[in-house]
């Protein structure tokens, strides 16, 4: 059973580009959240999403960030137009169902490291 | 929403001491408490977690308490090892939202 899969794990990105950022979730898995490590601070929450819907995204900046979990395929985190502040460790995590419904937690993919140049 | 408060920041502890880790939460509705471990250029890893119907959980070297009534957990590590330097990570979360995380424990265990 291949655990949650990110990718591409490392992005070089030039000012004002687009990143896009996939994972999928482990297999049976149908909740993703997506957190952003800053270099040596903690996970910051993102957005918490099932497929074809966003449940919380309360820790998305207002603009130039956006995420889907289409019923096919990956979800993806997309970030537009990008600044040398979004450079940072991109986790994205899984669950089988909602949190609490037969005590499941969550686990995280490797990570994909965005350097913007 | 729910507020995680990790102490301390940073620990140093000699090879086969304890290290002990404490985290508070706001939100009474809380109901499940994991507990992660980064190491430096991965991914956090669960170690241990606990239910809000639980005191207590021990995993070998590794236990956790939740005290509901104070709204606290701690992570108790004995007998350290090198290998157990890393950044551990607190959170909190309760039905259908997200997982609140603490700002991270950064422990290092003196040889």
């Known amino acids: 059973n291949a655990g949650v899969m990110q990718n591409p794990r490392h992005l070089v990105r030039r000012r004002g580009q687009e990143a896009r950022l996939r994972c999928s979730p482990m297999?049976?898995?149908?909740?993703v959240y997506w957190y952003r490590q800053l270099p040596e601070e903690g996970l910051k929450f993102m957005v918490y999403?099932?497929?074809?819907?966003?449940?919380?995204e309360s820790g998305m900046p207002k603009e130039r960030f956006s995420a889907e979990f289409p019923k096919e395929g990956p979800s993806i985190l997309r970030i537009q137009q990008v600044v040398r502040g979004d450079s940072a460790a991109y986790f994205c995590?899984?669950?089988?169902?909602?949190?609490?419904?037969?005590?499941?937690?969550?686990?995280f993919g490797e990570g994909s490291w965005l350097t913007v140049v | 929403g729910e507020n995680v408060e990790q102490h301390p920041s940073t620990l140093s502890v000699q090879e086969g001491d304890s290290a002990v880790i404490k985290c508070t939460y706001s939100?009474?509705?809380?109901?499940?408490f994991p507990w992660y471990k980064q190491e430096l250029g991965k991914r956090p890893q669960l170690i241990i977690d606990?239910?809000?119907?639980?005191g207590e959980k021990k995993d070998q070297r590794i236990a956790v308490t939740l005290n509901k009534t104070a709204k606290h957990f701690s992570l108790h590590i004995t007998e350290t090892q090198p290998e157990d330097s890393a950044v551990y990570y607190c959170?909190?979360?309760?039905?259908?939202?997200?997982?609140?995380f603490g700002t991270g424990t950064s422990l290092t265990v003196i040889p």
């Open positions: 959170a909190a979360t309760s039905y259908g939202n997200q997982f609140y």
């Open positions: 297999k049976g898995h149908s909740h």
């Open positions: 606990i239910r809000s119907n639980v």
């Open positions: 999403l099932q497929k074809e819907n966003i449940i919380d």
């Open positions: 939100d009474s509705a809380s109901n499940y």
């Open positions: 995590a899984s669950s089988p169902t909602i949190q609490g419904v037969g005590g499941n937690t969550i686990y």
